[in-house]
């Protein structure tokens, strides 16, 4: 089968009150709207369209010929979550667990009797979250820790004696991994008093660098990597998570562009339009930058501490599948001509999610009926519909069973 599915909107308050409004093309309604929904997560089901269903009770019905016999025998439920996500606030500082961290952790709060919906309980399913963002207009993060010399150049050139003492942190003995994971424990046990004016002297600085003038000197790789810092300052003035992320790379993904986010990697996500895909979990654990639950012991213990260089991909290609290694999602970018006579004849060996964000697209099934897609449309394929044919125009996003 080939269903439409209506989907929900989360309103955190760190949504954008436009920028999916203007996706789905409809009127805005003052309300930040940060994320939508779509596929067979408990937290937010998306509904079949035709029957007003959810997703999993049509799962739950007959796995083994919406999933496939293959998938529905090692698990039940759908593997992957796809999201429209639009920040125009920052995102919480967050980790996310690999499979065993969130199995044990899931127990444990079980264990204790927590309520899966206590706004203090971090594990909410069972599963990891690996997640792959993609950028539908420009869109800024923080993913992963510096090179441990490159974050003492750049703080060394803010010339702030109040870092001091972060410096002499992260010049202390041992490997990177171990001189971050000191740094930031140590850092996030910082009085208020104190990280609030660290803060502060770190937002002035770049400021002043940032605005021209005779005495302006360039403002080098300190200013360039810190050009978020009096934004999220502004909105955390005495939060431990900025001092934190100090120590993060910057990133910024243009139209296309995207970033693989493994289990343990902490990143933020400041702002911008994406779709994001990730494992079928809610699982997030946070250190900063939110009014939510913060974690820190856990996050201690998640978190990834070696140095990355943020491998940002780009789409080459009418058909591009973007790199995530592992099984539960694959994200595919599909261009579709613009004279409307472009198609794809397409083999599904499991359940796929179809979402439009230019254009539209027509889905033909192997009985010749169609469905047809129109900006922020998205509909959901069964394995058993075994092939089918895409044509139309515009942009098209295929989520499926990773490889």
Not at 357 to 384: H, K, P, W, Y
Request: hydrophobic content about 40%; aromatic content about 6%.
């Amino acid at each position: 089968m080939i269903e439409p599915l209506l989907c929900e909107i989360r309103d955190y308050a760190w949504g954008d009150p436009e920028a999916i409004p203007r996706l789905l093309g409809v009127s805005p309604t003052g309300e930040p709207q940060a994320e939508m929904w779509m596929g067979a997560h408990p937290g937010a089901p998306s509904l079949l369209a035709s029957s007003g269903r959810t997703l999993p009770d049509a799962i739950a019905d007959n796995p083994k010929l919406i999933l496939g016999e293959k998938l529905a025998a090692k698990s039940p439920e759908l593997p992957f979550l796809c999201k429209f996500l639009a920040a125009a606030e920052p995102l919480s500082i967050q980790v996310h667990p690999d499979a065993d961290q969130a199995l044990n952790g899931f127990l444990r709060e079980e264990k204790l009797q927590i309520d899966r919906d206590d706004p203090t309980r971090t594990y909410r399913d069972k599963s990891h979250k690996p997640e792959l963002i993609v950028a539908l207009e420009p869109f800024r993060a923080l993913c992963g820790f510096r090179a441990v010399n490159e974050t003492i150049a750049i703080i060394r050139g803010l010339g702030l004696p109040d870092l001091d003492e972060m410096l002499r942190f992260l010049s202390g003995p041992g490997s990177d991994s171990e001189i971050l994971a000191r740094t930031v424990q140590w850092l996030l046990a910082l009085p208020t008093s104190q990280v609030r004016k660290w803060i502060a002297a770190v937002r002035l600085e770049v400021v002043n660098r940032t605005v021209p003038s005779s005495d302006a000197v360039s403002s080098g790789d300190a200013v360039c990597h810190l050009s978020w810092v009096p934004d999220v300052a502004d909105r955390y003035p005495d939060d431990a998570g900025v001092l934190v992320a100090l120590l993060l790379n910057p990133v910024l993904l243009e139209p296309g562009e995207a970033v693989f986010l493994s289990a343990g990697n902490v990143h933020a996500y400041l702002s911008g339009l994406g779709i994001e895909v990730m494992a079928n979990s809610d699982n997030v654990i946070r250190g900063g930058l939110t009014k939510k639950n913060i974690d820190i012991d856990e996050l201690l213990t998640v978190a990834k501490f070696t140095p990355i260089d943020v491998p940002v991909q780009s789409p080459v290609g009418a058909d591009h599948l973007y790199h995530a290694p592992v099984s539960d999602f694959g994200l595919h970018r599909i261009e579709l001509g613009e004279s409307g006579k472009d198609h794809r004849e397409l083999q599904c060996a499991g359940p796929e999610l179809i979402v439009v964000t230019e254009g539209q697209a027509v889905l033909e099934e192997q009985s010749g009926a169609t469905t047809t897609l129109r900006r922020g449309q998205v509909a959901f394929v069964s394995a058993d519909e075994g092939s089918y044919r895409m044509s139309g125009h515009g942009l098209v996003w295929r989520i499926t069973v990773g490889a």
